[in-house]
Every structure is written in structure tokens, then in C-alpha cells.
């Protein structure tokens, strides 16, 4: 029996976000992978007003239910959480890939959220030798593209992926996440 890929999506923040709008994105990635990828999609506490410390505690448990060489993709806020957790991160577990889409950066040039705020270094505070790529919709009027800037200077060995008459959720559309997440 073959085993099946994971993937980690992790939410957006908003009242109604995992079944009215990323429920939508992680149907497109299924639909684009295949049978040969498992995608687990937790519900994130108090969505409609996310605490980073309660996002963080749920996803060190959700990473430690994990195999190694699970791809990690987080959405909007829930990107951001993500990559501030890793940081953080004591689990011991090897991630094949992180993948930030219409990720909102915390920090000079983006939002200002001192519980979220990133640290100078995020680059190197990262897990090493694992692929990072940043997407983000052109036409995102949530998080505005300069936000993927951001990453890129703080994450220089990031790979940055702008995509032109895209908005926030990308349009429902993960296809060129999962041609990237087909690749690896």
C-alpha cells in the first residue's frame, strides 16, 4: 500500500473562514493533487478572533500527528501564524515544504500586531534546508502585495510566486500550489 502525502492546511482567521472560504482552497488542492495526497484541515479556534498563542498550541499538536516530510500550507492569517509557530517550534518533526499563500506580514511595510509580530531574523530562525514558497494574489486588497515584499526580504531563500488578476483566495484556484507541491 502506497503511502499518502500530507499536507497541513492551515486556515485563515474570520468569522466563517474554514467552510465558507478556505473549505474552497483546500478542494481546489485536492482536486489539482490527486488520491496520492492527504490533506488535513483542522478547525482553527475562535476563528472569528484568533489568538496567536491558541492557533500556536493547536497547531504543535496537529505537527506532532504529522509523519516527517509533511507539506505545511497556511492561508492568509493562518500562513502567518504558521511561519511565526516554526520559529518557535519545538517539534521534532522534518517538513518536506512550507508554502504561505496571501500570507499578511507583520512587521515594517506591513500590519502592525505586536502578538504577531515577526522576528527580524525569520529567515534563519526557520527549519533549515526546507523549500519555502510565497504566493500572492496581485489584486489581494486584504493583505496588498507589498506583504509578499516583505517576506521576500525577510525570508531571502524563499522562492516568491506574484500572480497577476488574483485576489485573496487566489480566485478559489491552488493550482499553481499544486503544481509546485507536485514537483517536490
Same mark, same amino acid.
Given at each position: 500500500?502506497?503511502?499518502?502525502r500530507?499536507?497541513?492546511?492551515?486556515?485563515g482567521?474570520?468569522?466563517?473562514?474554514?467552510e465558507?472560504?478556505?473549505?474552497?482552497?483546500?478542494?481546489s488542492? %485536492?482536486?489539482? #493533487?490527486?488520491?496520492?495526497?492527504?490533506?488535513?484541515?483542522? %478547525?482553527?479556534?475562535?476563528?472569528?478572533d484568533?489568538?496567536?498563542? $491558541?492557533?500556536?498550541?493547536?497547531?504543535?499538536?496537529? +505537527?506532532?500527528?504529522?509523519?516527517d516530510?509533511?507539506?505545511?500550507?497556511?492561508?492568509? #492569517?493562518?500562513?502567518?501564524?504558521?511561519?511565526? $509557530? =516554526?520559529?518557535?517550534?519545538?517539534?521534532?518533526?522534518? +517538513? $518536506?515544504?512550507? +508554502?504561505?499563500?496571501?500570507?499578511?506580514?507583520?512587521?515594517?511595510?506591513?500590519?502592525?500586531?505586536?502578538?504577531?509580530? =515577526?522576528?527580524?531574523?525569520?529567515?534563519? %530562525?526557520?527549519?533549515?534546508?526546507?523549500?519555502?514558497?510565497?504566493?500572492?494574489? =496581485?489584486?489581494?486588497?486584504?493583505?496588498?502585495?507589498?506583504?509578499?515584499?516583505?517576506?521576500a &526580504?525577510a525570508?531571502?531563500?524563499? %522562492?516568491?510566486? &506574484? #500572480?497577476?488578476? &488574483?485576489?485573496?483566495?487566489?480566485?478559489?484556484? =491552488?493550482s499553481?500550489?499544486? $503544481?509546485?507541491?507536485s514537483s517536490?
Amino acid at each position: 500500500m502506497q503511502v499518502k502525502r500530507e499536507i497541513l492546511f492551515v486556515q485563515g482567521g474570520g468569522a466563517g473562514t474554514h467552510e465558507k472560504w478556505d473549505s474552497q482552497l483546500v478542494e481546489s488542492l %485536492r482536486g489539482e #493533487l490527486g488520491p496520492d495526497y492527504e490533506i488535513h484541515y483542522p %478547525r482553527m479556534p475562535s476563528e472569528g478572533d484568533p489568538s496567536y498563542s $491558541a492557533w500556536k498550541a493547536k497547531l504543535e499538536k496537529v +505537527f506532532e500527528t504529522l509523519r516527517d516530510g509533511a507539506i505545511l500550507v497556511g492561508h492568509s #492569517l493562518g500562513g502567518t501564524i504558521l511561519v511565526k $509557530a =516554526l520559529t518557535e517550534q519545538v517539534s521534532a518533526r522534518r +517538513f $518536506a515544504a512550507i +508554502f504561505l499563500v496571501a500570507a499578511p506580514f507583520v512587521g515594517d511595510g506591513g500590519w502592525s500586531a505586536e502578538e504577531l509580530q =515577526l522576528p527580524a531574523d525569520l529567515g534563519v %530562525r526557520l527549519p533549515p534546508g526546507v523549500p519555502i514558497h510565497l504566493f500572492h494574489g =496581485l489584486e489581494d486588497e486584504v493583505a496588498p502585495a507589498s506583504h509578499v515584499d516583505g517576506y521576500a &526580504r525577510a525570508i531571502p531563500q524563499a %522562492r516568491v510566486h &506574484r #500572480l497577476p488578476a &488574483r485576489d485573496h483566495q487566489l480566485n478559489g484556484d =491552488l493550482s499553481e500550489v499544486a $503544481a509546485v507541491i507536485s514537483s517536490l
